[in-house]
């Protein structure tokens, strides 16, 4: 595959002198230099310009051509990423999708796929020719209007981010049809992902995926396998912790290339194998970024530690932030209400991110955080100020 990448390679002004060389011999690229030149990382002659427009255009629901550009949700500080798809780039997508993430019998049926995301792209609505009905539902319109439309249209299939899914079951929203439901564009936890089972009555599973590439889907054992039969995903240590970073190259990208692309999310491998057959490696499920590592005087805390810390007390149905700093840490909680969060509870969870982390410095709690802003969320911050 990183053979037949080669012509395409050497059409990439950014990639272009590389062109014939081993994957080795490729600098690491950080994502902030891919995203201020899209020019340099196309192959099909385009400039910035052109690419940015055309992805402007595709927002607003301007389709130019048989070409697909859009904007990716974005990560907690607001950064979008363009990503561009031939017809036979979404092709391939959506097969590697289908084939990883439903059963067979299920593609020989008809089936109506619901994307709940900040917008749709022809990289997704291709999916409604044949036996797929598909509608997209943005996440500007509310709650209770987005649970209404959703019941209406009756999707056997749902995908949407997890704190979305979260604040239906919380509603008590029902989908009878409901078979299948997938969350992805920001991380979940096994607390989360139990919550939502119980209210909606199907548990999600969670796709893996950035502006870079399509890099894992849980399997139906449950278990997060890396898309290794078309990512070459290297995994460079993160310092003072046992995870990594992933440096991206997808071996299927063709209209804008991607090689050894340094992304931020911070992961952990699984050691335990899967039963299932796929022999894509085994990963945690990402909760949070690199700089998001909490990184104290002698001390390392991950997401995944603040995570599960947190939520073997608070569980999975509580919105919270926990931000930290040098001189403290800073927990954010729902106002109180007979409903919600009492104040021992918040005590006792401020405590147990103390004790579980040991931190060298004090937990406050402030109930400020009544609900998710943005089309992405972050439950794990690290300021330096």
């Given at each position: 595959?990183?053979?037949?990448l080669?012509?395409?390679?050497?059409?990439t002004p950014?990639?272009?002198?590389?062109?014939?060389?081993?994957l080795?011999?490729?600098?690491?690229?950080?994502?902030?230099?891919?995203?201020?030149?899209?020019?340099?990382?196309?192959?099909?002659g385009?400039s910035?310009?052109e690419?940015?427009?055309?992805?402007?255009?595709?927002?607003?629901g301007?389709?130019?051509?048989?070409?697909?550009?859009?904007?990716?949700?974005?990560?907690g500080r607001?950064?979008?990423?363009?990503?561009?798809a031939?017809?036979?780039?979404?092709?391939?997508?959506?097969g590697?999708?289908?084939?990883?993430?439903?059963p067979?019998?299920?593609?020989?049926?008809?089936?109506?796929?619901?994307?709940?995301?900040?917008?749709?792209n022809?990289?997704y609505?291709?999916?409604?020719r044949?036996?797929?009905t598909?509608?997209?539902?943005?996440l500007?319109?509310?709650?209770?209007q987005?649970?209404?439309?959703?019941?209406?249209?009756?999707?056997?299939?749902l995908?949407a981010?997890p704190?979305?899914?979260?604040?239906?079951?919380a509603?008590?929203a029902h989908?009878?049809?409901l078979?299948?439901?997938?969350c992805g564009?920001?991380?979940?936890?096994?607390?989360?992902c139990?919550?939502?089972n119980?209210?909606?009555?199907?548990?999600?599973?969670?796709?893996?995926?950035?502006?870079?590439?399509?890099?894992a889907t849980?399997?139906a054992?449950?278990?997060?396998h890396?898309?290794?039969?078309?990512?070459?995903?290297?995994?460079?240590?993160?310092p003072?912790t046992p995870?990594?970073?992933p440096?991206?190259t997808d071996?299927?990208?063709t209209?804008q290339?991607?090689?050894?692309?340094r992304?931020?999310?911070?992961?952990?491998?699984?050691?335990?194998?899967?039963?299932?057959?796929?022999?894509?490696?085994?990963?945690?499920a990402?909760?949070g970024?690199v700089n998001?590592?909490?990184?104290?005087e002698?001390?390392?805390?991950t997401p995944?530690?603040?995570?599960?810390?947190?939520?073997?007390v608070?569980g999975?149905?509580?919105?919270?932030q926990?931000?930290?700093?040098p001189?403290?840490v800073?927990?954010?909680?729902?106002?109180?209400?007979?409903?919600?969060?009492?104040?021992?509870?918040?005590?006792?969870?401020?405590?147990?991110?103390?004790?579980?982390?040991?931190?060298p410095?004090?937990?406050?709690?402030?109930h400020?955080?009544?609900?998710?802003s943005?089309?992405?969320?972050?439950?794990?911050?690290w300021?330096?100020?």
């Amino acid at each position: 595959m990183w053979r037949k990448l080669q012509p395409v390679i050497a059409r990439t002004p950014a990639l272009a002198r590389y062109a014939g060389r081993d994957l080795a011999e490729f600098p690491v690229t950080e994502i902030a230099d891919l995203r201020a030149d899209y020019g340099a990382w196309n192959s099909l002659g385009m400039s910035d310009e052109e690419l940015r427009g055309l992805a402007a255009a595709a927002e607003q629901g301007s389709a130019v051509g048989e070409l697909s550009a859009g904007w990716s949700t974005g990560t907690g500080r607001g950064a979008r990423g363009l990503f561009l798809a031939s017809p036979a780039e979404r092709a391939d997508y959506i097969g590697q999708s289908l084939a990883r993430l439903l059963p067979a019998r299920t593609l020989l049926k008809r089936q109506r796929l619901a994307l709940h995301l900040r917008a749709s792209n022809a990289l997704y609505s291709d999916v409604g020719r044949g036996r797929f009905t598909f509608a997209h539902f943005p996440l500007e319109a509310s709650i209770k209007q987005s649970i209404a439309e959703l019941a209406h249209f009756e999707p056997t299939i749902l995908i949407a981010p997890p704190h979305r899914l979260a604040t239906f079951a919380a509603a008590g929203a029902h989908f009878s049809s409901l078979q299948h439901l997938f969350c992805g564009s920001e991380p979940t936890s096994e607390a989360e992902c139990d919550f939502i089972n119980e209210r909606l009555g199907v548990r999600p599973r969670q796709i893996y995926q950035s502006t870079e590439g399509f890099l894992a889907t849980e399997c139906a054992n449950g278990r997060l396998h890396l898309n290794d039969h078309a990512m070459a995903i290297e995994l460079e240590p993160v310092p003072g912790t046992p995870g990594y970073r992933p440096i991206i190259t997808d071996l299927r990208r063709t209209s804008q290339p991607i090689v050894r692309v340094r992304g931020d999310d911070y992961l952990e491998l699984d050691p335990h194998t899967c039963p299932c057959g796929f022999a894509g490696r085994v990963i945690h499920a990402p909760q949070g970024r690199v700089n998001d590592i909490w990184r104290f005087e002698g001390l390392t805390v991950t997401p995944p530690q603040v995570v599960t810390a947190l939520e073997a007390v608070l569980g999975g149905d509580k919105i919270w932030q926990a931000e930290a700093g040098p001189e403290r840490v800073v927990l954010h909680l729902s106002p109180p209400c007979p409903a919600s969060i009492s104040t021992p509870s918040a005590t006792t969870a401020a405590r147990a991110l103390s004790q579980a982390c040991d931190l060298p410095v004090p937990v406050e709690v402030f109930h400020d955080l009544s609900a998710w802003s943005g089309p992405k969320r972050r439950k794990v911050v690290w300021r330096d100020g």
